[in-house]
Structure formats: structure tokens, C-alpha cells
């Protein structure tokens, strides 16, 4: 007889919480800290910084849509955990004691095939492993440890770039990965069955059902794999989150450089960063909730709206940091797009069947977009001076997504 008392269920979130703490709030959101330094030092440009982005988010991609599945299946998510902790933690190693732009894209290798298995793909199936319902509200609880640790480390590491010197600031993030890599890895637990205990709210799924005890084919949703790439649904997702990853990311991976532009030290271009996450952690959870009862449709929705404020604002020639201030803290709430929903929307358009197989293709396009926003931006300021033609074509980019996840989400039919 399983347990109710669901106690793994909790630990093994924790461990999820803990990867974005430590792999989402400390490492990953706040490399952008080190673009000012690493680019005085190394003598190399701002483009040739954000390649470091680009190789780790196109390897990602990669590895989401090609080995994603078949790896976890294999090895399970425990071991995935520890192994792709300790190849961060080389990731960060290389970039240490990099003297050369080559040296920071051998960390990039590492680090993108690390952080392949320590995203909200990860999350996703974590969460549906342990929980049976309320996906978006578990993932955001997730992902919503990770923004409060952006709002803390981000002015800490900018202090720490200030004060001891960018290599030092790093680290010091090595021995707090590598700790939080073992934390991970003894908290999470496989599956629910190894430690006598269910899903948390299968029951209630059950006796909804009136098949108590009993997880049938005949209750899963949507279509197959391979019926997959014959809706609409499919393609329309696909496209709507590589925008969403181009879009949403980039603008906030730049927003450490835009606030250099406007006089901004490393310490007050971290507080920068901190009103993103901030707006981003409080934001998280009640979005989520609205997901679950509305639909990620909705989400995408007041995500597409926030931004597109934001780079409204962006576009002008202010003077001062309030606009600035402004701007970040609707990027935050823009930012629960690239957290929570992607998952959601693959079980919303496509359904259940085969959930573990599909949703790594969506999420992987995403990641795609993740890699190819910040060099795409930068190309804009590199070549014309300045992000306004950039920053005006994402405009029009996040209205036709909000528009097209409308019908993404509607649940595609096996055909008969």
C-alpha cells in the first residue's frame, strides 16, 4: 500500500528548487555580469562574448530535441541531476581561468551540455513524475526560487565582479555549484513507487475517473509522436516559443549591457538584474495559477504585453534610471514566458500521449531561440549603433505570438 504522506514528493521538489537556485539564479541569469570585464580583459568584442551564449544555447537545443528523452529514460533524472551539476561546475572552471574568447566556448561546450539536462525541461518532468496535477502552479514554484535567488545573487556576484575581480567572483560560484550539485542529487528521488508512495493528487484523479488505483491508456489525451508532426498545433508551437526564446531571453540577457550604456557600474547593473527577477519571482506564482485555469495561452498574453512595453520604453531616449527600472521590472513579468509555459502548452496543444517524447521538440526550439537572440540583438548594435531596430522588429514578433497561441493550445484530435 502507498503512502499519503507524500514526503518524497516534497524533497524531490526541493531538489528541483535547488537546481534553479543555484543553476538558474546564481550561474546561469547572471553571466551577462561578467560581458563588461571579460570584454576589457580578454579584448575581445561584446558579439564575441555572447557566442559563449550562443554555442551553449544552440549545443542545449541540440541535445533537447535529439537526446533529451532517451537520456533521462535511460539513466533517470537522479543521475542526470549530478552528472550535468558537475559539468557546470567545469563550465565555470574553464571560464576561470580563460585567457582567450576559445577558452570561454570550450566552457560554453560544457555548459550546454550541462544546463541541457538542468532546465525547465527537467523540471517538467520532474513535476509530472511526483504531482498529478497543477503542473503550471509545481513548475512555478520552481522556477519562482530561482527568480528570488536572481534578486539576491544578482547585486551579490555584481559586488563580487566589483570588489574581488571577475575570476574570483567565479570562483566562489564553482565551490556554491558544486555543493548544490550534491544537494540536488541526494534529495530527488526517481519515481514515486521506490518509496511506497503515488503522485500527489492521483487520488483525486482517480475517483474522478471512477477507475480508482488505475492509470490507463484510455485516459491520456491528444495524439501521438508521430501523429504529432501532422497538426497544425505542432508547428505553430514550435514557431511561437523560438520566438518566445529569442525574444524574451535576449532582452533580458542585455539588459546588464544596456544599463553600462546608460553610466551604470557592475554593482548597479546587478540591481538591474534584481528588479528583473524580483518582478519575475512575484509574478511567477500567481501566473501559474492563472495558467492552470485559463490556459498558457493567457499567460503568453500578459507576457507578450509586459515586454512589448518595456522595449516601447527601451526604444526612447531617456534620460535617467526610473524608465530604466521600469523597463526591467515588465521584463521580469515577461520572463515567466521562457519559465512556465512551454511545458504546459506542448500538454495543452498536443496532450499526454507521449508527453515524455514531444514536449523536448517544443522545449528544444525554445532553447534554439534562447541561443540565437542574444548574437541576433547584438548584430543590430554592432552593425547600426544601436538595439531600437531590433527592439521594434521584436514588437511585431510578440504580437503575432500572442496571437497564434490561441489556436496552438487547442487540443489536437487523433484522427479516427
Known amino acids: 500500500m502507498a503512502k499519503t504522506s507524500h514526503t518524497r514528493a516534497f ?50 537545443a541540440v541535445l533537447t530535441l535529439f537526446a533529451f528523452g532517451p537520456v533521462v529514460g535511460k539513466v533517470g533524472l537522479k543521475a542526470t541531476l549530478l552528472v550535468s551539476g558537475l559539468l557546470i561546475v567545469v563550465a565555470l572552471l574553464c571560464f576561470a581561468i580563460a585567457q582567450a574568447a576559445w577558452m570561454l566556448y570550450v566552457g560554453a561546450v560544457f555548459f550546454g551540455i550541462g544546463i541541457t539536462f538542468l532546465s525547465v525541461g527537467t523540471v517538467s518532468i520532474g513535476v509530472n513524475t511526483w504531482f498529478a496535477k497543477r503542473m503550471s502552479t509545481m513548475i512555478s514554484i520552481c522556477t519562482t526560487a530561482g527568480g528570488v535567488a536572481g534578486i539576491l545573487f544578482a547585486p551579490i556576484v555584481g559586488g ?22 550534491v544537494l540536488m542529487f541526494l534529495l530527488y528521488g526517481n519515481n514515486p513507487e521506490k518509496y511506497g508512495e503515488t503522485r500527489m493528487w492521483s487520488e483525486q484523479i482517480d475517483t474522478a475517473s471512477g477507475a480508482e488505483g488505475e492509470t490507463s491508456a484510455a485516459a491520456e489525451t ?46 548597479q547593473q546587478g540591481t538591474v538584474l ?43 531616449d531617456f534620460q535617467g534610471t526610473t524608465l530604466l527600472y521600469v523597463a526591467a521590472a515588465l521584463i521580469g513579468i515577461g520572463y515567466t514566458a521562457v519559465n512556465i509555459p512551454c511545458a504546459v502548452s506542448v500538454m495543452e496543444g498536443l496532450g499526454s500521449k507521449e508527453y515524455g517524447k514531444k514536449m523536448p ?11 540565437l537572440g542574444n548574437p541576433l540583438l547584438q548584430m543590430f548594435f554592432d552593425i547600426g549603433g544601436s538595439y531600437t531596430p531590433g527592439f521594434i522588429a521584436y514588437i511585431v514578433l510578440a504580437a503575432i505570438v500572442a496571437i497564434i497561441m490561441f489556436p496552438g493550445t487547442k487540443l489536437a484530435q487523433p484522427k479516427a
Not at 34 to 46: D, Q, S
Not at 361 to 371: E, H, T
Request: hydrophobic share 60%.
Open 11 to 60: 524533497l524531490s521538489l526541493g531538489a528541483l528548487c535547488i537546481m534553479y537556485i543555484i543553476i538558474t539564479g546564481l550561474v546561469f541569469n547572471t553571466i551577462t555580469l561578467y560581458m563588461e570585464p571579460m570584454v576589457g580583459e580578454l579584448g575581445i568584442t561584446r558579439t564575441e562574448f555572447m557566442m559563449t551564449i550562443t554555442i551553449l544555447g544552440i549545443i542545449s
Open 160 to 181: 563580487w565582479v566589483a570588489t574581488l575581480g571577475w575570476r574570483s567572483s567565479l570562483w566562489v560560484t564553482i565551490v556554491i555549484a558544486l555543493v548544490g550539485t
Open 222 to 267: 491528444g495524439v501521438g509522436f508521430k501523429e504529432m508532426f501532422k497538426t497544425p498545433q505542432f508547428y505553430i508551437l514550435c514557431f511561437a516559443y523560438l520566438i518566445i526564446g529569442i525574444i524574451f531571453y535576449s532582452t533580458m540577457g542585455n539588459m546588464a549591457i544596456l544599463s553600462a550604456d546608460h553610466g551604470l557600474d557592475s554593482m
Open 361 to 371: 521538440i517544443v522545449l528544444g526550439f525554445m532553447l534554439a531561440g534562447v541561443a
Open 274 to 316: 534584481s528588479v528583473i527577477f524580483a518582478a519575475t519571482a512575484i509574478s511567477m506564482i500567481p501566473l501559474g495559477i492563472l495558467s492552470d485555469k485559463f490556459g498558457t495561452k493567457i499567460l503568453i498574453l500578459i507576457d507578450v504585453v509586459a515586454v512589448i512595453i518595456a522595449l516601447a520604453i527601451l526604444c526612447t
